[in-house]
C-alpha cells in the first residue's frame, strides 16, 4: 500500500496571502492527542507563589516520522544559576505580561527569534519548582505549542549560545543517569545524554511528562 500523504492544513489570516502548510499525520494525531488529553486535566498550579514566576515553552515541530523539541544552551553568563546549560526558551514573567502564556510566547521570540501564536498553545503542564535549596525558589510553568513548520528558523539573542532540535523518540533513548561537577560538587543525576550535551535538572523535570503523554520509553 503506498504512503499516505501529509495532511494538508490551510491557514488564512485577512489581509495576507493564502498559504498551505503540509501537516504530516502522525504529528498531527500526536498534537491532537496532547491537546486532547492536557484540555481533559487539571493542571496543580500555584497560585501566589511566593518566589516569583516564569514560563518555558516545549515548542514541538514535525519529521516526517516523529516530533522534535527545541532547546536551547544558555549563554555561560556571571550570576546566572542555570549558566550554560541545556533549557527550553523561557524566562522570568514581567510585569507587562498579561500571563504566564504570554511570557511564555515573549521569551521564546526574544531568545529564539519564533514566533509562537495562542492557537500554537496544546495546553499547560504542572507548576514545577527547583529542588536544590541554593536555587532562586522560583515557580515554572510548562506550557506546550505545535507549530505546522519542520525546524523553523532560530535567531539567538544574547542570553543562548546555542539551539538544538531533538526528537522524542531521540530523547526516550537517551535517557539515563550520569556524573557532573557543579561548583565543586559531584553530582549523579537523572539526564538525557545526547549530542554531547547533558540536559537535566529543572528541563529534564518538566520534559519527562510531556514523554509520558506521548508515550515515549
Known amino acids: 500500500m503506498p504512503a499516505r500523504s501529509p495532511k494538508r492544513t490551510i491557514r488564512y489570516t485577512p489581509g495576507d496571502h493564502l498559504f498551505v502548510t503540509f501537516v504530516p499525520r502522525k504529528f498531527r494525531a500526536l498534537t491532537d492527542s ?23 515553552a516545549l515548542v514541538l515541530c514535525p519529521t516526517h516520522d516523529d516530533a522534535e523539541l527545541l532547546f536551547i544552551k544558555r549563554a555561560v553568563r556571571k550570576g546566572d544559576p542555570w549558566s550554560g546549560q541545556m533549557a527550553l526558551p523561557g524566562g522570568r514573567r514581567d510585569p507587562a505580561d498579561p500571563s504566564l502564556l504570554a511570557t511564555a510566547r515573549r521569551e521564546t ?18 507548576d514545577l519548582r527547583p529542588v ?18 519542520a ?20 530523547l526516550g533513548a537517551a535517557l539515563g543517569r550520569t556524573r557532573l561537577v557543579l561548583r565543586g560538587h559531584y553530582l549523579v543525576v537523572d539526564a ?3 549530542d554531547r550535551e547533558v540536559i537535566w535538572g529543572m528541563t529534564h523535570r518538566i520534559i519527562m511528562p510531556l514523554l509520558d503523554l506521548v508515550n515515549v520509553d
Open 192 to 194: 538525557f545524554l545526547v
Open 132 to 149: 536544590t535549596p541554593s536555587l532562586p525558589p522560583i515557580t515554572v510553568r510548562p506550557f506546550v505549542f505545535a507549530l505546522p513548520e
Open 109 to 126: 521570540l526574544e531568545e529564539t527569534g519564533v514566533l509562537l501564536h495562542e492557537e500554537n498553545c496544546l495546553g499547560v503542564l504542572d
Open 151 to 170: 525546524r523553523p528558523e532560530v535567531t539567538l539573542n544574547h542570553e543562548a549560545s546555542k539551539h538544538i532540535s531533538l526528537s522524542l523518540g531521540a
Open 34 to 56: 496532547v491537546r486532547r488529553t492536557l484540555s481533559g486535566r487539571t493542571p496543580d498550579h500555584e497560585p501566589n507563589p511566593a518566589g516569583g514566576q516564569a514560563a518555558v
